[in-house]
């Protein structure tokens, strides 16, 4: 009867693997993406900061300004990740010159999209979908573009401002 009991117990263990296999991750959720990625930073001394989620935050400094950039993994683990830059400019009261002034900056730029959002921010984003094996080096490159671009339009688009 022992044998028996065991026999049941490994056949509905196997099955439950087999129907979820989500189960056995230590951390559901948590991106293989997001630690290759911040074994790259450590292993280049980039500062860094990890955030909530599949979230890292890294920071530069943009015209003797703190600036910092974060980094989304997407959660279900398929190679999204999404860039954001929030602190470019925060609340801006007269919208009627920075939209333009996006809109040459988007027109120039293909990979790094600017926009205000609903809070009246000026926000940089960037959408990639980065490969398992070099999606770390592929994140870097993205985000130092972004830094480069970011940089390039800062004049432009502090004109609209």
């Keep these: 009867m022992l044998i028996f009991k065991k026999n049941i117990l490994c056949c509905i263990a196997i099955a439950f693997t087999c129907f979820f296999p989500q189960a056995l991750q230590a951390d559901p959720g948590k991106s ?12 280049k001394e980039i500062v860094y900061t990890n955030l909530k989620g599949n979230n890292v ?18 959660e279900n683990g398929d190679g999204y990740v999404s860039l954001y830059c929030f602190d470019l400019a925060k609340n801006i009261k007269d919208t009627s010159k920075i939209i333009p002034a996006c809109n040459e900056i988007n027109a120039q730029y293909k990979w790094v999209k600017f926009y205000v959002d609903k809070d009246n ?13 070099t999606g770390a080096d592929e994140c870097l490159e993205i985000l130092l573009r972004m830094c480069n671009i970011i940089k ?3 004049p432009v688009l502090m004109k609209g401002i």
């Design 57 to 74: 935050s890294v920071a530069y400094t943009l015209n003797d300004k703190p600036v910092s950039i974060r980094i989304a993994f997407n």
């Design 152 to 154: 390039e339009a800062y």
């Design 121 to 133: 921010d000026l926000v940089a984003s960037f959408n990639a979908k980065i490969d398992k094996e």
């Design 32 to 43: 293989e993406y997001k630690d290759q990625f911040t074994s790259l930073l450590h292993k």
